[in-house]
């Protein structure tokens, strides 16, 4: 079945590690995206992709990295966790052809202590 | 720059009467304006854009560009609308999209 993603889905980790979030996507996308999602904020644009190779930063500054060697992959990497990191972390993923529907996934919540 | 605003966080009302979430936008361009849901233990999904004028669960928005606002109506508000409504807007490319912060609505039976 089409579908995007996301694991973990609860991650608990200490200051310094460095964690991969990652995000998968069976829909045959082109565009992919992270979001970083804060109770009571706007969902922040942090990364996003419009295909193999292309990665662009979002308005959020983040000292997250991506990656996009395949189509279907999309991975946030975070070398060294702190606690200002813990939030809830949101794939999404588009087609060029609808642009305007946003699929996501269930979420990553990461706890960084 | 653009920007998503919905001034409310949190609202409530009774089942049965009409509900109205408020969201104001401001974009250096023609943007594309759209109403996404989150239902409890559930994944954020779309519910309308304003480029389909349809109906999606008896919610409807009309996008005003002269007070740059999209509000999201309906008519008579159920419990199962009880949900986290995010305004979102995106330019034509479709390549960023802008979220509100979000309006949590409580439908009290």
């Known amino acids: 079945e089409a579908d995007i993603y996301q694991t973990p889905r609860y991650l608990v980790i200490g200051t310094g590690k460095k964690i991969t979030l990652e995000c998968s996507q069976t829909?045959?996308?082109?565009?992919m995206y992270w979001y970083q999602q804060d109770p009571g904020m706007e969902l922040h644009l942090i990364h996003y992709?419009?295909?193999?190779?292309?990665?662009e930063k979002g308005d959020l500054s983040s000292e997250s990295t991506v990656s996009r060697i395949r189509t279907e992959h999309f991975p946030l990497t975070l070398e060294s966790a702190r606690p200002s990191h813990t939030s809830q972390y949101l794939c999404?993923?588009?087609?060029?052809?609808?642009?305007?529907?946003?699929?996501f996934g269930e979420g990553s919540r990461l706890t960084v202590l | 720059a653009q920007r998503v605003t919905q001034p409310e966080k949190l609202l409530s009302v009774f089942k049965g009467a009409p509900v109205e979430l408020k969201c104001n936008y401001s974009?250096?361009?023609?943007?594309?304006l759209f109403w996404y849901v989150q239902y409890s233990r559930q994944r954020l999904q779309l519910l309308l854009r304003h480029i389909s004028r349809e109906s999606i669960k008896g919610f409807t928005a009309d996008l005003n560009k002269g007070e740059t606002s999209f509000h999201l109506k309906k008519p008579f508000a159920q419990e199962e609308d009880s949900a986290m409504y995010y305004c979102a807007l995106s330019g034509r490319t479709g390549n960023q999209f802008y979220f509100g912060t979000g309006t949590s609505l409580t439908v009290i039976p």
């Open positions: 992709s419009y295909g193999v190779n292309s990665t």
């Open positions: 999404a993923s588009s087609s060029r052809l609808n642009t305007g529907e946003l699929f």
């Open positions: 974009y250096s361009g023609s943007p594309e």
């Open positions: 829909m045959g996308h082109d565009k």
